[in-house]
């Protein structure tokens, strides 16, 4: 079931064999994504028993930048069909960086908790609650409010920082979203310097006890990168030198 002729499918296995060689996918890669080795998934190519679960489904559409409702849609049923799917994205994904995807924004509206180490070498870990919208707006426990920019495998929140007006924008991957605590990179202004820093962190569904989500953290020294004074007055002076 595997060549370019119109055959119909009655299993997910089958929907994403198809996928994997309409796509030219690399196994690995799925793997990757699934958690899993890869003589796992070529086995499972060969199931017909609609096996596989939703969880690991919304990862290979966000890590694929496939439409979930090719596998939740049983009228897609068919080689042509899920052709004309996945060349209908493929036609309006070209047009925008930014892109609609209605799976990923069911997948993170709701209150998530984002835990990352402060600027402030005597605090511990930090955690901000924060909601998204099925609007794709964000605000935080803060009050700092933002939007969601959804891109092809990646996605950013963009806040603005209540008092300071700071612009603060997180990055994180699409398909690790469907987990339920997936990382990010954070790059914001200091508190009370303004100076940028670099953090990674976590958003959890779930709220952590500090201890625990320092645990998950690891070591603040490989987290955090705060811009040296020196680099920028370094900028300044070869400003001054090209006039």
């Known amino acids: 079931m595997r060549d370019d002729t119109n055959n119909v ?10 996928i994997i060689d309409y796509l030219k996918l690399d196994v690995k890669d799925i793997a990757d994504v699934f958690g899993t080795k ?9 199931q017909m028993h609609n096996t596989l679960k939703p969880m690991h489904l919304h990862a290979f559409s966000h890590a694929f930048n496939v439409p979930y409702r090719i596998f939740e849609d049983r009228n897609i049923n068919s080689s042509e069909k899920i052709r004309a799917v996945l060349e209908a994205k493929e036609a309006s994904d070209n047009k925008t960086i930014f892109k ?3 799976q990923l924004i069911k997948d993170i509206q709701g209150d998530w908790y984002a835990y990352f180490y402060p600027s402030n070498r005597f605090a511990n870990v930090y955690c901000i609650k924060t909601t998204i919208t ?21 996605s950013m929140i963009v806040k603005e920082a209540f008092n300071s007006k700071n ?3 997180i990055i994180f991957d699409n398909h690790q979203v469907a987990y339920n605590m997936f990382h990010f990179s954070l790059v914001s202004k200091r ?18 006890e500090p201890d625990l989500a320092k645990e998950i953290l690891g070591e603040k020294k490989y987290l955090q990168l705060k811009m040296q004074c020196d680099f920028v007055e370094r900028i300044s002076e070869y400003v001054e030198v090209i006039g």
Do not use: C, P, T
Not at 134 to 154: M, S
């Open 9 to 18: 499918f009655y299993y997910n296995e089958e929907k994403l064999s198809f």
């Open 38 to 46: 890869s003589n796992y998934i070529s086995k499972l190519r060969d």
């Open 100 to 102: 609609k995807n209605e």
């Open 134 to 154: 099925k609007n794709a707006e964000v605000i935080d426990a803060n009050n700092n409010v933002g939007k969601l920019l959804i891109g092809k495998n990646q």
């Open 167 to 169: 612009l603060i924008s």
């Open 191 to 208: 508190n009370h310097v303004n100076r940028e820093m670099l953090n990674f962190g976590f958003f959890s569904r779930k709220e952590i």
